[in-house]
T-cell receptor, first 113, second 112 residues
Framework: QQQVKQSPQSLIVQKGGISIINCAYE??????FPWYQQFPGKGPALLIA?????SEKKEGRFTISFNKSAKQFSLHIMDSQPGDSATYFC????????????FGKGTHLIIQP | KAGVTQTPRYLIKTRGQQVTLSCSPI?????VSWYQQTPGQGLQFLFE???????NKGNFPGRFSGRQFSNSRSEMNVSTLELGDSALYLC???????????FGDGTRLSIL
């Protein structure tokens, strides 16, 4: 059972555009939602994270939008740059950390110059 | 501040052998978690250690085990290797419960 569903699987965006990646979760016990960025040959790097008591969090060009009632959250990358081309993973974890981080399947993002 | 360090970066083993992977967390981090990354299954949680105690465990067979030392460094062991164990094994460290996890660059394990 896939507890965190991520879409799209791949995404192509023009330089300067907005990249949007969506995730949906099923388990209401999740209370921490991070996003990771992974380049080839590297481990995932933490980008930004949110907890369900806020609906939006912004850090630089990266914004998480969170909809608790719909059990959905999304990552927006504003003014997308070629250097943003990477695989992005959403994740979720339960209070207390039981079962660790549950990851989505990833989105391969390509920013075209 | 140095990041999470995993050694070795690459390993080639044959079926039936065993392997030990090492992880040095970020200084001051007491929690270490291990994940397996494969193209088919994605990133899956193996286990978490905090203060030398296994606190959480994912849905993997008993061939996968780990331990944590008093300096927070951690090792993961896989016995009786199978072809399906070929994967990138990632270690992540954090300050504690529900704190941000920071990943190393992983150990790429290939089973022949």
């Amino acid at each position: 059972q896939q507890q965190v569903k991520q879409s799209p699987q791949s995404l192509i965006v023009q330089k300067g555009g907005i990249s949007i990646i969506n995730c949906a979760y099923e388990n209401t016990a999740f209370d921490y939602f991070p996003w990771y960025q992974q380049f080839p040959g590297k481990g995932p790097a933490l980008l930004i994270a949110i907890r369900p008591d806020v609906s939006e969090k912004k850090e630089g060009r990266f914004t998480i939008s969170f909809n608790k009632s719909a059990k959905q959250f999304s990552l927006h990358i504003m003014d997308s740059q070629p250097g943003d081309s990477a695989t992005y993973f959403c994740a979720a974890s339960k209070r207390g950390g039981a079962d660790g981080l549950t990851f989505g399947k990833g989105t391969h993002l390509i920013i075209q110059p | 501040k140095a990041g999470v360090t995993q050694t070795p970066r690459y390993l080639i083993k044959t079926r039936g052998q065993q392997v030990t992977l090492s992880c040095s967390p970020i200084s001051g981090h007491r929690s270490v978690s291990w994940y397996q990354q494969t193209p088919g299954q994605g990133l899956q949680f193996l286990f978490e250690y905090f203060s030398e105690t296994q606190r959480n465990k994912g849905n993997f067979p008993g061939r996968f085990s780990g331990r944590q030392f008093s300096n927070s460094r951690s090792e993961m062991n896989v016995s009786t290797l199978e072809l399906g164990d070929s994967a990138l094994y990632l270690c992540a460290s954090s300050l504690g419960v529900n704190q941000p996890q920071h990943f190393g660059d992983g150990t790429r394990l290939s089973i022949l």
